[in-house]
């Protein structure tokens, strides 16, 4: 099932704070894109698990992690808040700029966006959020997909995002952007196999 639209109209930050807090969106271009329902067990496994891993191994650092919902405001170029139309609430996020974080959430590209796919956000990650974190400038892109065992790493370099790797959940992944930080997989999809039917 792919997320729906909350309408047709054009929205900004503004608005976006004006509504009611019992329905979650993203904005995209100004597009209001309705979040998908509750995460199933395997996601937030895998999302809860990758969080504690990235806080242990960056304690005591700059660098700050953080897990969903959080606000991230990409802005264009230097608009205010109120004219931002991207607004999107990533599973785990690493900042390691202190400047970009405020009351709300984050204000410009995380060092790290790391996305646990669900069968109804699959086209949504992998396509529009793609495009705006690339064109953010975030550096390191993880897509997770919990079924395939797998995960998709997109790393800007010239502008741009490369031609992703994408290697087994088996292991360990270095996390290029933050030197000295992987993420153990074995553990993590242990403990999913205890929710398979």
């Given at each position: 099932?792919?997320?729906?639209?909350?309408?047709?109209?054009y929205?900004?930050?503004?608005?976006?704070?004006?509504?009611?807090?019992?329905?979650?969106?993203?904005?995209?271009?100004?597009?209001?894109?309705?979040?998908?329902?509750?995460?199933?067990?395997?996601?937030?496994?895998?999302?809860?698990?990758?969080?504690r891993?990235?806080?242990?191994?960056?304690?005591?650092?700059?660098?700050?992690?953080?897990?969903?919902?959080?606000?991230?405001?990409?802005?264009?170029?230097?608009?205010?808040?109120?004219?931002?139309?991207t607004?999107?609430?990533?599973?785990?996020?690493?900042?390691?700029?202190?400047?970009?974080?405020?009351?709300?959430?984050?204000?410009?590209?995380?060092?790290?966006?790391?996305e646990?796919?669900?069968?109804?956000?699959?086209?949504?990650?992998?396509?529009?959020?793609r495009?705006?974190?690339?064109?953010?400038?975030?550096?390191?892109?993880?897509?997770v997909?919990?079924?395939?065992?797998?995960?998709?790493?997109?790393?800007?370099?010239?502008?741009?995002?490369?031609?992703?790797?994408?290697?087994?959940?088996?292991?360990?992944?270095?996390?290029?952007?933050?030197?000295?930080?992987?993420?153990?997989?074995?553990?993590?999809?242990?403990?999913?196999?205890?929710?398979?039917?």
């Amino acid at each position: 099932m792919a997320l729906a639209q909350r309408d047709t109209q054009y929205h900004t930050y503004a608005d976006y704070l004006s509504w009611p807090e019992d329905v979650r969106y993203e904005l995209i271009d100004g597009v209001a894109w309705c979040m998908a329902p509750a995460p199933t067990l395997d996601h937030q496994e895998l999302a809860g698990g990758i969080y504690r891993q990235l806080g242990n191994a960056l304690q005591g650092q700059s660098c700050r992690p953080f897990i969903a919902p959080v606000d991230v405001r990409l802005p264009r170029a230097d608009e205010e808040d109120g004219r931002i139309d991207t607004v999107v609430q990533p599973d785990v996020l690493v900042v390691c700029d202190p400047a970009k974080l405020d009351r709300r959430g984050v204000r410009g590209a995380p060092d790290l966006v790391v996305e646990v796919i669900s069968p109804g956000s699959a086209s949504h990650d992998h396509w529009r959020k793609r495009q705006v974190y690339e064109r953010a400038g975030v550096p390191e892109y993880w897509l997770v997909h919990p079924a395939d065992r797998m995960v998709t790493i997109y790393r800007l370099q010239d502008g741009g995002f490369g031609k992703p790797e994408v290697v087994e959940l088996a292991g360990e992944t270095p996390v290029r952007v933050l030197p000295d930080v992987v993420i153990v997989w074995d553990e993590l999809v242990a403990r999913l196999i205890a929710f398979e039917p």
